[in-house]
C-alpha cells in the first residue's frame, strides 16, 4: 500500500526532531528549528501536533507501536500466553535499547521541565505495561504461573529482562546489544520468571 503524502512528511518531521533532539537536548529543541529541519511550515507541526510535548508524545508512541501492536494482536487472537511473552521479550528489548529510545530518555534526564519524562512515561510503559499484565492474567487463569499477581508479574518480568540496560545505554556505557544477545537475555528472563513463579509440581 502506497504510504500517504502525510505519513511521509510526518516521516521527515519526526527525524528531523530526533536529529535536533541529540544535538541540542529537549530544552534546546523549538518546534520552529524542527519546522525549519524537516523543511515544513512551523503551523503544519502546530496543526498536527499541538505543541512541542504533543510532538514528542507521538514519537514516543509511534516508537512503542510494534510492541503495542503485538501484544494487542495477540490478546484478541487469545494467542498462549507463553507463545506471546516469547514474542515479546526480543521485541520489547529492542524496543527499549534502540536508538530512539536511548536519544529520547538522554534527553528526558536532561529536562528540568519532566515534560518529556511524563511523555515517555505516559505513551510508552504507561501504555504496555497493562496489556503485559493481561498476558500474564491469562498465564495465571491457564495455571502457568501462580504465586504472583499480574501487575507483580509484570514488574518482575521487567526487571529481569530489561535490568539496568537501558540506564547503562542512556549513560553510554553499553553498546546497542546485537540480536543474539538480546534474544538470549529475553529467553533467560522469561526462563527465570516462570521458574520463581511455576506452579507446584504435582
Known sequence: MRRSARA???????KAAYELLEAKGYA???ML???????????TLYRWYGDKQGL???????????VKGLLEDELQAEH???????????LLLNLVLGPRAIALNRAAAADPTGELGAALAEGGRDAVA????????????VGVIQGLSAKDAVELYLNLLIGDLQIRRVIGALPEPEPA????????ALKTLLKIAAPPAA
Open 8 to 14: 511521509d512528511r510526518q516521516e521527515k518531521i519526526e
Open 28 to 30: 534546546g529543541t523549538s
Open 33 to 43: 528549528s524542527i519546522a525549519m529541519q524537516a523543511k515544513a511550515s512551523n503551523e
Open 56 to 66: 514528542f508524545k507521538a514519537m514516543v508512541v509511534r516508537n512503542a507501536q510494534e
Open 80 to 90: 498462549p500466553p507463553l507463545k506471546t511473552l516469547r514474542k515479546l521479550g526480543p
Open 130 to 141: 497493562p496489556l503485559i499484565a493481561e498476558v500474564f492474567q491469562q498465564a495465571r487463569k
Open 181 to 188: 544477545d538480546i534474544k538470549r537475555r529475553a529467553d533467560r
